[in-house]
């Protein structure tokens, strides 16, 4: 038998609303690390990973590319500090449907990981606030990789070099925008895109996900779910 592997985006997939702490502690992390002042409240930061992020606000705000690359892994730190001291409960601030899935695939036997454009530490206090971390076993996050697609390519090896899947394994990305589902599709997964995010659905139909949905309550979401593991 073969475990299906079920990677989840975090931010508009598996949370959404979840304050301004994320956004705030990339700043800090700048200021405190270079003395810079800088502001991401005119990027758009949505599926985008949060390196891309920070090297936009320095480039924004005039520091030199190699002196920005230079300071980013002291700014994770930072950044991390600062969310971890002020991230509030984020119990309330579940996508609709999460963790009734979460549930069902995890009893099932699914594979459940990660793949995240948060900074690893900030990516996992997040879930931790929202009870949901329990249910993963790993994830890839934004420092780990220079793109999404990197992320999911090094998502899928770490699963397979510990034996969780094998080669028949269905592997399956779920996000909300469509740089996850090109992730996805570049490194030959299943796709499904939710718009629970800033991305709307129409948005994503044009995308070529495998399967779109308004959220995860959908019906269609349920019927995958029972292929899945009839394939299994
Ligand atoms: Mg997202």
Redesign the pocket.
């Known amino acids: 038998m073969s475990s299906p592997l079920v990677l989840f ?5 598996l949370t959404r609303r979840a304050g301004p702490h994320h956004r705030d502690a990339l700043v800090v992390g700048v200021r405190r690390v270079l003395g810079v002042e800088t502001r991401n409240d005119n990027i758009a930061v ?2 985008k990973l949060d390196t891309e992020i920070l090297l936009e606000m320095m480039a924004n705000a005039g520091v030199p590319a190699g002196r920005a690359r230079a300071a980013l892994p002291a700014i994770y730190r930072a950044a991390e500090r600062y969310y971890l001291r002020h991230v509030p409960v984020l119990r309330r601030k579940t996508c609709p449907g999460v963790r009734r899935l979460l549930y069902t695939l995890k009893r099932r036997g699914a594979v459940l990981g990660l793949v995240s ?1 948060n900074l690893e530490r900030i990516g996992w206090k997040k879930l931790e606030r929202a009870d949901l971390a329990r249910y993963f076993r790993f994830g890839t996050f934004s420092e780990m990789a220079p793109t999404r697609s990197g992320l999911v390519y090094r998502a899928v090896r770490y699963a397979r070099r510990r034996g969780w899947i094998n080669g028949a394994s269905r592997c399956v990305l779920i ?3 469509p740089n ?1 589902v090109e992730a996805g599709r570049n490194n030959g997964l299943e796709t499904i895109a939710v718009a629970t ?1 800033l991305s709307p659905l129409g948005e994503l139909r044009a995308s070529r996900a495998t399967l779109c949905a308004p959220d995860l309550t959908h019906p269609s979401i349920r019927k995958w779910l029972q292929g899945v593991f009839d394939h299994a």
Do not use: S, V
Request: aromatic letters at 0%; proline letters at 0%.
């Open positions: 985006d975090i931010d508009g997939t949505h599926g454009g996000g909300d925008t996850d995010g």
